[in-house]
């Protein structure tokens, strides 16, 4: 059927894709990627399989035994720091799309000149090591800094406190220095497929849509999100999915109670060397992400990112 | 510049055929495109006429058939070693390249010495010279228009193919390039195969049209011909309007009229319009209910008290008139349901009215018989 | 109030560009700090001292060297992987495409802590020591799939009338090639390029997984700086970064600019 459909508009219309038949010539140019990726990827992750069912220590070697006993032990042990990676990274996620939502839209909306200068400062910041610019975090979060001064006199401190985003009346070394981290990073990542769909929205949209007695607020949630709905779609995921492994944001600006589950592995696999643990975490952790963003875009009903 | 030119070589399609999967874009077609001459390929959307334009540009395999060119059996050839060339459906100019370097894209491929003049030569015959140095993305829509003809035109070709040139040109800028392609043709002397779905403008530049319907030629020959003797239905409703009475039977007294009966009315046809072949007998012979007679809404006339006598009168009812200016058009209905359009020229004579009841006239000779099983 | 709510959307904009820019500022301002002690915490006084003395800072100039040549092999194979997958996959068909575009996604979609502990977990079972090709090949590996998709996007793009118009014009396929669709396709590659050498660059968590005990990237070297105390130079160099990506960005936009203006000028002769 899909071919017939595409025989009739081939007949008519210019094919709006070449899809030709090459022979060996896509084998030949896919070689080396392919290559690269089966042998650096797809083996590793096998290897990364293997390595959490066996069992032994760093000094006698590991041997592989099957050992699936591994997956709850590691579950129980570090549930609560999984169970926190997944919380930050959709706190991260949602706070980056409240937060970009309205950056991409004033800047799709700016003219021509003022829009470029605008994109090139939320990109440049990312030439900077994002470990130098984490750094800063610390200093703009200090204790007797201007920030922090500022949320204890406006109360907003006490209200972090209330929902147990800060243990303390400091901002660094709390969950909410982590969450702002974790924003911070991937806001980027958010803002620009935002921008790119936003960019493209007929603005007569938004004139149709007042004709049709939708005021501003229906307006925005019948056809302006309706629309946006992929870059929203490819902008949580390109957050969520880096946020959910990441632990620099929880090292350096947070406390041990907030620690995340790639800190864990990270620990395991390089200072404690229990390798089955941390293969299992990794892995763990992968399938969960694999899982969740599988459901996620199923649910949203966009499946053209690849 | 190609002034001195020999008339290029006929090109013949013979059993040409495509097909997609097992969709068949072109069911072996047969045609000979006269060297030197304008001829356009006609039909609607999917009929195949592009598909046919391609295999000919050579972007396309064909299934089986043959493509020659003058003498030489061109079909195996690659597109890059024909001596054809087409102005694309959107133009597909590089847009990486200024016009000069596009206009000059095949010479150079050819290593012609002086490619830069006889660019140079082909921008002035589209009158563009001044925007040699400018990106086609700088130029409005009718100009790319203009450089893609050029670009084309330039290399000399024995077959330039036109594939829906016009098509997203507005309206007043469509009729100024469809007189300007004439002209260059006729300068040039390159045989043109122009792809389109517009009848008016293919009857407009053509010399001769070929209308294709389905992957098959439905009909070819010169505008007035097709205009005024359509082979069949498809081509009598696609190339303007027709009226279509269904007839019940034909009656022959002899001589130069013959006598077709519709809805129990007898109408006067001229032998001469009757499809070749067609055999009518003397009796009141009952035909397929297939076999139409056809009148052209222009050719109506709606007949007043001091007008001479008309051959055939039709009496119906104004049930619409629409006035554009150039002509008034009506629908007038008749006795048994049908409703006729007639086109009125706005020539001082007095117009009719919804609701007037009207007589229609046609002359013998302004009729056609179309007689096809559809 | 009607002012306020008319303006809200501009308002949350630039409250968000001061929170994404803010950390730069931060860092810009601190490059010329003279701290007491070890930490570059708090604002002490004014001083050119890191931006006189760079490399005073032991190993910051090795660990630098060192990013940027990782970097610069890392984006090159990776391109030139990466474009060659990226043609294959947009213009061809063949059995396994939509398998190769899921490999592809794949690398993109996992974590860097996965994938620098999957990768180790293979160096250690097939025995290969921790340096800087390991490094290379993790570079490579999750700059890839960036190139791919970036080229892709612009292959997908591109009007394939455009190089059938160049096969008209009697250009072989390989002509084609070289002349018109390579020319279109390279701000995609050049993008592409761009992106794996920051990702490279700026890479902590795979590289910490794959360097080794004395391999040093520079994000390793400000992350080791940070345990044991952070010396200014650090700032100089984020600044440096920082600006640089500014001025590069500006310069091709007013050069572009400046091409606009040129043939807008002689249009108007």
């Given at each position: 059927m899909a071919a017939l459909t595409q025989a009739a508009v081939g007949?008519?219309?210019?094919?709006?894709?070449?899809?030709?038949?090459?022979?060996l010539v896509p084998l030949v140019l896919l070689a080396p990627a392919l290559l690269w990726l089966v042998v650096f990827f797809?083996?590793?992750?096998?290897?990364?399989?293997?390595?959490?069912?066996?069992?032994?220590?760093?000094?006698?070697?590991?041997?592989?035994?099957?050992?699936?006993?591994?997956?709850?032990?590691?579950?129980?042990?570090?549930?609560?720091?999984?169970?926190?990676?997944?919380?930050?990274?959709?706190?991260?996620?949602?706070?980056t799309l409240v937060l970009g939502y309205p950056l991409a839209w004033f800047i799709a909306h700016r003219s021509g000149r003022w829009k470029n200068v605008l994109l090139v400062l939320v990109v440049a910041p990312f030439f900077t090591n994002f470990?130098?610019?984490?750094?800063?975090?610390?200093?703009?979060?200090?204790?007797?800094?201007?920030?922090?001064?500022?949320?204890?006199?406006?109360g907003l401190t006490a209200v972090l406190q209330a929902m147990g985003l800060t243990d303390n009346d400091s901002l660094l070394g709390s969950q909410f220095a982590v969450i702002c981290g974790l924003v911070y990073n991937f806001l980027p990542f958010m803002v620009l497929p935002l921008y790119t769909i936003l960019e493209r929205l007929d603005v007569r949209l938004?004139?149709?849509?007042?004709?049709?007695?939708?005021?501003?607020?229906?307006?925005?949630?019948r056809v302006i999100w309706p629309l946006s709905l992929p870059g929203v779609v490819s902008g949580t995921l390109l957050t969520f999915i880096p946020a959910a492994g990441d632990y620099i944001n929880s090292r350096l600006l947070g406390n041990t109670q907030t620690v995340m589950i790639g800190q864990v592995i990270d620990a395991?696999?390089?200072?404690?060397?229990?390798?089955?643990?941390?293969?299992?975490?990794?892995?763990?952790?992968?399938?969960?992400?694999?899982?969740?963003?599988?459901?996620?875009?199923?649910?949203?009903?966009?499946?053209?990112?690849? | 510049m190609a002034t001195t030119r020999a008339t290029p070589g006929d090109l013949k399609l013979v059993q040409l055929t495509r097909n997609f999967e097992d969709f068949v874009a072109v069911a072996g077609i047969d045609l000979v495109v006269?060297?030197?001459?304008?001829?356009?390929?006609?039909?609607?959307?999917?009929?195949?006429?592009?598909?046919?334009?391609r295999m000919v540009a050579g972007l396309e395999e064909p299934t089986s058939g043959q493509i020659l060119l003058g003498a030489d059996d061109i079909t195996g050839t690659r597109a890059y070693q024909r001596k054809v060339n087409t102005v694309f459906q959107s133009y597909a100019l590089f847009p990486h390249l200024s016009v000069l370097d596009n206009v000059g894209f095949g010479l150079r491929q050819r290593k012609m010495g002086d490619w830069r003049r006889r660019a140079m030569e082909a921008l002035e015959l589209v009158k563009l010279a001044d925007r040699a140095k400018q990106r086609p993305r700088q130029l409005s829509g009718g100009m790319q228009q203009r450089v893609a003809l050029a670009r084309a035109i330039v290399n000399e070709p024995d077959v330039l193919l036109l594939d829906e040139p016009l098509g997203a040109l507005d309206l007043k800028l469509r009729r100024e390039m469809q007189i300007e392609l004439k002209r260059i043709q006729q300068e040039v002397g390159i045989t043109f195969i122009h792809v389109t779905h517009d009848q008016e403008e293919a009857m407009t530049m053509a010399d001769t049209v070929a209308v294709m319907r389905a992957g098959r030629l439905e009909q070819v020959g010169a505008p007035a011909d097709l205009y005024d003797h359509p082979a069949t239905t498809f081509v009598a409703n696609f190339l303007g309007q027709s009226n279509l009475l269904p007839l019940e039977g034909f009656s022959d007294p002899g001589g130069e009229f013959v006598t077709a009966h519709a809805h129990g009315i007898g109408l006067v046809v001229e032998r001469a319009q009757l499809p070749a072949g067609m055999v009518v007998t003397t009796q009141v012979a009952a035909v397929d209910s297939a076999v139409h007679l056809g009148i052209r809404p222009e050719k109506l006339r709606i007949l007043g008290p001091n007008d001479p006598p008309s051959a055939n009168r039709l009496g119906g009812l104004v049930t619409d008139a629409s006035f554009n200016?150039?002509?008034?058009?009506?629908?007038?209905?008749?006795?048994?349901?049908?409703?006729?359009?007639?086109?009125?020229?706005?020539?001082?004579?007095?117009?009719?009215?919804?609701?007037?009841?009207v007589t229609l006239g046609w002359d013998p000779n302004q009729a056609f018989v179309l007689a096809e099983a559809d | 109030m009607a002012w306020l709510r008319r303006n809200l959307v501009v308002i949350v904009g630039l409250l968000v560009m001061a929170y994404i820019l803010m950390p730069n500022l931060v860092v810009t301002m601190f490059s010329f700090n003279k701290p007491n002690g070890r930490y570059n915490y708090e604002w002490t006084q004014f001083s050119l001292d890191?931006?006189?003395?760079?490399?005073?800072?032991?190993?910051?100039c090795e660990s630098l060297g060192l990013s940027l040549w990782v970097a610069v092999v890392a984006a090159l194979v990776s391109t030139v992987m990466g474009t060659m997958a990226a043609f294959a996959l947009g213009r061809y068909r063949f059995r396994g495409r939509a398998a190769t575009n899921l490999l592809v996604f794949f690398p993109m979609a996992t974590p860097e802590v996965v994938m620098g502990s999957s990768l180790l977990t293979l160096f250690i079972a097939m025995g290969i020591p921790s340096g800087q090709v390991t490094i290379l090949i993790a570079h490579i590996l999750f700059t890839v799939s960036f190139v791919v998709t970036t080229v892709k996007a612009r292959v997908a793009s591109l009007d394939p009338a455009l190089e059938q118009a160049a096969a008209d014009l009697y250009a072989t396929p390989s002509q084609a090639f070289w002349k018109v669709t390579f020319p279109l396709v390279a701000p995609g590659i050049a993008a592409g390029a761009l992106l794996a050498f920051a990702l490279s660059f700026d890479d902590y968590i795979v590289t910490n997984f794959n360097a080794g005990a004395t391999t040093v990237t520079f994000p390793m070297f400000v992350w080791g700086a940070a345990q044991r105390g952070t010396p200014v130079q650090i700032n100089v160099v984020g600044t440096v970064m920082f600006f640089g990506a500014l001025a590069i960005v500006g310069f091709g936009q007013l050069i572009g600019a400046r091409l606009r203006i040129g043939s807008r000028r002689k249009e108007a002769l």
């Open positions: 007949a008519e219309a210019p094919v709006s894709r070449p899809r030709r038949r090459g022979g797809v083996v590793p992750t096998i290897s990364l399989a293997s390595q959490s069912l066996q069992t032994g220590d760093i000094d006698n070697g590991f041997t592989l035994t099957w050992n699936f006993a591994v997956y709850a032990e590691a579950m129980a042990r570090y549930w609560p720091q999984f169970l926190r990676s997944m919380v930050y990274a959709a706190s991260a996620t949602l706070g470990l130098i610019r984490t750094l800063a975090w610390q200093i703009i979060l200090t204790d007797n800094g201007p920030v922090t001064g500022f949320f204890r006199a406006t938004l004139d149709a849509a007042g004709d049709l007695y939708a005021n501003g607020w229906q307006t925005f949630w395991q696999f390089l200072r404690v060397l229990d390798y089955p643990i941390a293969a299992a975490l990794s892995f763990i952790l992968m399938a969960a992400i694999i899982v969740l963003v599988a459901g996620y875009v199923r649910a949203a009903g966009t499946e053209e990112l690849v | 006269p060297g030197g001459s304008f001829f356009a390929l006609l039909g609607p959307s999917g009929c195949g006429k592009t598909t046919t334009l200016g150039v002509a008034t058009t009506y629908l007038v209905s008749m006795p048994w349901g049908q409703e006729l359009t007639v086109t009125r020229p706005n020539d001082g004579s007095p117009r009719a009215h919804r609701g007037d009841e | 890191a931006w006189l003395n760079p490399c005073a800072s032991a190993g910051l």
